[in-house]
């Protein structure tokens, strides 16, 4: 095949940048034609600087103790800089790592979205920064449509113009859906960990930052080994990026996954006043205003000490009818309870013991004592009062399984 001759070289050069200089031209007007349609219909980037975050109805006492919560979405909104820097960075490197650098919009992340759709032709969910998805979050419908999609990149840029990146992120990480009715990022802390940010190990931050993506599908409480490659994947970002040295992504890596779900706890214990509370409001209220999403905080004239003051004297009360009445027997049978006594009396055996001990001993995880601690999380604990497993009934006492798995030798006079 022979050369091409300079001039026919040059000719074909001056056509490529001619159609390039076209291309880019008509780019640009369809661009600005784009924005000068839909600009003017978008909403006001100023509305986020005092957004409401949607809140549960929150009942407390006078001294400010939790009495109850009532709500479909958890949520705390928390402070940018009440929120850990290296969750941040988690949530950065797993979701948009160039987010202090582009300008809303990741020209990059756009391309690789569009050379994906010229390849397979399907609209697939891609090139969405951290500011993109605040502004779908908050304005926009989730309907994957072009023209939602111009109108999420020209609402970015607005929004990067009239709010810092921090308030940016601040606004993600409080509105952001993390499964199990969790919203933002403290709320997820508590329900999968049981625990504020500042207590978060790597790891479990890493796991949180990995919830956006699919809330469902990267669950820890529901696919446990799912959230786990989630995870790593995330640790691995990180590493990546040098928000972790070596050491800290080994051990992070090498954690087990600890996350289960933890109901919202309460401080006082008062659910008559709780629902006279929340009655209330819901009387007054309702008509104008969304009382379990508003975020209302209802202070009663409830002190906590004479509160548990009166719960103690409650149970005293009752406890000592109780007594004066005698024992009325078992309040339900398990039918496996046998299976459990032969399994307690074999772990006994191997350590020449016998069930009689009056010693307090965990025990081991074995199929059938898990299933009593599963029967035994059924039934609710009464103040002081808890259910057991009744295992033997001597004349002057009884021996019970508890909830902690283990035995217990109540005397006559217990």
Same mark, same amino acid.
């Not at 009715?181 to 508590?190: D, E, H």
């Not at 009689?356 to 004592?369: G, H, T, V």
């Not at 999380?377 to 009884?398: M, N, T």
């Given at each position: 095949?022979?050369?091409?001759?300079?001039? *026919?070289?040059?000719?074909?050069?001056?056509?490529?940048?001619?159609?390039?200089?076209?291309?880019?031209?008509?780019?640009?007007?369809?661009?600005?034609? /784009?924005?000068?349609?839909?600009?003017?219909?978008?909403?006001?980037?100023?509305?986020?600087?005092?957004v409401d975050l949607q809140e549960p109805l929150r009942i407390y006492s006078a001294d400010n103790k939790l009495?109850? @919560?009532?709500?479909?979405?958890?949520?705390?909104?928390?402070?940018?800089?009440?929120?850990?820097?290296? !969750?941040?960075?988690?949530?950065?490197?797993?979701?948009?790592?160039?987010?202090?650098?582009?300008?809303?919009?990741?020209?990059?992340?756009?391309?690789?979205?569009?050379?994906? /759709?010229?390849?397979?032709?399907?609209?697939?969910?891609?090139?969405?920064?951290?500011?993109?998805?605040?502004?779908?979050?908050?304005?926009?419908?989730?309907?994957?449509?072009?023209?939602?999609?111009?109108?999420?990149?020209?609402?970015?840029?607005?929004?990067?113009?009239?709010?810092?990146?921090?308030?940016?992120?601040?606004?993600?990480?409080?509105?952001?859906?993390?499964?199990?009715?969790?919203?933002?990022?403290?709320?997820?802390?508590?329900?999968?960990?049981? *625990?504020? /940010?500042?207590?978060?190990?790597?790891?479990?931050?890493?796991m949180i930052a990995g919830l956006p993506k699919a809330p469902s599908t990267f669950n820890p409480v529901n696919?446990?080994?799912?959230?786990?490659?989630?995870?790593?994947?995330?640790?691995?970002?990180?590493? *990546? !990026?040098?928000?972790?040295?070596?050491?800290?992504?080994?051990?992070?890596?090498?954690?087990?996954?600890?996350?289960?779900?933890?109901?919202?706890?309460?401080? !006082?214990?008062?659910?008559?006043? +709780?629902?006279?509370?929340?009655?209330?409001?819901?009387?007054?209220?309702?008509?104008?205003?969304?009382?379990?999403?508003?975020?209302?905080?209802?202070?009663?004239?409830?002190?906590?000490?004479?509160?548990?003051?009166?719960?103690?004297?409650?149970?005293?009360?009752?406890?000592?009818?109780?007594?004066?009445?005698?024992?009325?027997?078992?309040?339900?049978? #398990?039918?496996?309870?046998?299976?459990?006594?032969? +399994?307690?009396?074999?772990?006994?055996?191997?350590?020449?013991?016998?069930?009689?001990?009056?010693?307090?001993?965990? !025990?081991?995880?074995?199929?059938?004592?898990?299933?009593?601690?599963?029967?035994?999380? @059924?039934?609710?604990?009464?103040?002081?009062?808890?259910?057991?497993?009744?295992?033997?009934?001597?004349?002057?006492?009884?021996?019970?399984?508890?909830?902690?798995?283990? /035995?217990?030798?109540?005397? #006559?006079?217990?």
């Open positions: 095949m022979g050369e091409v001759k300079p001039k *026919k070289r040059y000719l074909l050069i001056k056509i490529c940048a001619i159609l390039g200089g076209v291309g880019l031209v008509s780019g640009l007007a369809i661009a600005v034609g /784009l924005y000068l349609y839909i600009s003017p219909n978008l909403p006001d980037p100023h509305l986020l600087d005092n009495i109850a @919560e009532y709500g479909d979405k958890r949520r705390v909104p928390t402070a940018i800089e009440d929120i850990p820097l290296k !969750l941040q960075q988690a949530f950065i490197a797993s979701e948009d790592d160039r987010f202090y650098d582009h300008p809303g919009v990741d020209y990059q992340g756009l391309l690789r979205a569009a050379f994906q /759709l010229a390849l397979t032709g399907e609209k697939k969910q891609g090139g969405s920064t951290i500011t993109m998805q605040v502004a779908r979050n908050f304005f926009l419908s989730k309907k994957k449509t072009f023209k939602r999609k111009f109108e999420e990149i020209f609402l970015s840029l607005k929004m990067e113009r009239v709010l810092s990146k921090d308030k940016i992120l601040e606004l993600y990480m409080n509105k952001i859906f993390l499964g199990k009715r969790a919203y933002g990022v403290t709320s997820a802390a508590r329900v999968y960990y049981g *625990k504020p /940010l500042e207590e978060l190990s790597t790891a479990q931050m890493a696919n446990p080994e799912r959230a786990l490659t989630r995870r790593n994947y995330v640790l691995g970002r990180m590493f *990546k !990026l040098g928000y972790i040295d070596q050491l800290e992504y080994d051990e992070a890596n090498n954690a087990e996954l600890t996350a289960e779900e933890y109901k919202v706890a309460n401080e !006082l214990k008062a659910p008559y006043i +709780a629902e006279m509370a929340r009655s209330f409001v819901q009387s007054n209220f309702s008509e104008n205003e969304d009382i379990y999403n508003n975020g209302f905080k209802v202070y009663t004239t409830v002190v906590s000490d004479y509160q548990e003051a009166a719960n103690q004297a409650i149970y005293k009360g009752l406890l000592d009818y109780e007594h004066r009445r005698g024992y009325v027997g078992k309040h339900d049978e #398990w039918e496996n309870v046998n299976a459990l006594i032969a +399994a307690i009396n074999q772990e006994k055996k191997n350590k020449q013991s016998d069930l009689d001990s009056e010693s307090i001993e965990a !025990l081991p995880e074995d199929p059938i004592i898990v299933q009593a601690h599963e029967k035994l999380a @059924e039934y609710p604990i009464y103040g002081p009062l808890e259910a057991a497993v009744v295992l033997k009934v001597e004349d002057q006492s009884v021996i019970v399984y508890n909830e902690e798995r283990s /035995l217990i030798v109540i005397p #006559w006079q217990g």
